[in-house]
């Protein structure tokens, strides 16, 4: 039996906000100040000529990805592989409209980009609830919010920290045969969004060759999460005892005293040496499971990929 899990994928990306009142629009931009992914439009015409043109650049890009040696050589992960889309960030996973404007209401604007795969949010004051509660029933817009409400605010970042979790995870790579599935369980996933808080993770990526998850942090430093099961610990041990290596290793690794990481590969390779390992942290709610993150130096991604932080950078010297 074959087992398909969607495998872990975080980046930033792009939202849109459309509002004829520029104050309103400034208060956004206070609030959401990243004018690299964030687009701030008074104008409904300039925002539907933005989102046409984002539109039709991700469905020409789409083909044209590329898809890991595993999928090609058709064993264990399928999927585009989103870390070499050098154009990740522009992707726009959501757009808030206003619902009063004198040229088109948020409805109609919204209407007009149906067909573009990302949550929509309505801005509603004095007008428009019942034409809001009637959009959302019918499923063209995912939220709705009162700019009265007081806690506004705090909402519309829940909705877009949502947004982004959700057109993340649909471009993320899908794993057969349970590979991975460690990485899956929701007491793995703690784990990891604790560790993306803490160590101010801006990004990361399941990597089907390695079966780890490759991050950057906002300067791009690079790190490696690891996460095994019983079946991970013991397809590691194995591969250890197959390759010639030395007993120490394995009797070391089935204690889980040590967590090596093989990285670039995924497992221990005949002659290795100078293997850096990790103390294997147990993850909370699991007695099968444990977790290492280890930071990366020369070892990092070869070739480079273009991470959040140098992309910044590039867009800082192309204003």
Request: proline share 6%.
């Amino acid at each position: 039996m074959t087992f398909f899990v969607r495998q872990p994928v975080f980046y930033p990306v792009s939202v849109v906000f459309l509002d004829d009142n520029p104050d309103f629009l400034n208060a956004l931009r206070g609030l959401f100040p990243d004018g690299r992914t964030n687009r701030f439009f008074t104008k409904p015409q300039a925002a539907l000529s933005f989102m046409s043109a984002r539109h039709h650049e991700q469905l020409r890009r789409m083909p044209s990805l590329g898809f890991s040696d595993f999928e090609q050589n058709g064993t264990t992960a399928i999927g585009q592989d989103v870390l070499i889309d050098d154009s990740r960030f522009e992707e726009v996973a959501a757009i808030v409209v206003d619902y009063e404007m004198p040229e088109m209401n948020g409805i109609e604007f919204l209407s007009s980009i149906n067909n573009v795969a990302c949550t929509k949010i309505l801005l509603t004051g004095i007008a428009g609830d019942s034409e809001a509660v009637d959009a959302f029933n019918s499923g063209l817009i995912d939220f709705y919010l009162k700019k009265s409400d007081p806690r506004m605010a705090e909402k519309l970042a829940a909705y877009l920290a949502d947004a982004q979790t959700k057109h993340c995870v649909a471009r993320g790579h899908i794993s057969l045969h349970s590979v991975g599935a460690t990485y899956c369980d929701p007491t793995t996933v703690a784990v990891l969004n604790e560790i993306v808080t803490r160590e101010r993770i801006a990004e990361y990526y399941w990597r089907p060759e390695q079966n780890a998850i490759l991050m950057f942090d906002f300067a791009g430093n690079p790190s490696i999460f690891l996460a095994w099961g019983n079946a991970d610990w013991l397809f590691q041990c194995d591969i250890v005892t197959d390759e010639g290596g030395p007993a120490t290793l394995r009797q070391e690794m089935e204690a889980r005293r040590i967590m090596p990481l093989f990285w670039p590969l995924q497992a221990y390779r005949h002659g290795m040496t100078n293997m850096r390992s990790a103390s294997p942290i147990p993850i909370p709610g699991r007695s099968d499971a444990f977790y290492s993150w280890t930071r990366l130096d020369s070892s990092g991604p070869k070739p480079e990929p273009l991470t959040f932080a140098r992309w910044r950078e590039n867009r800082d010297v192309d204003r």
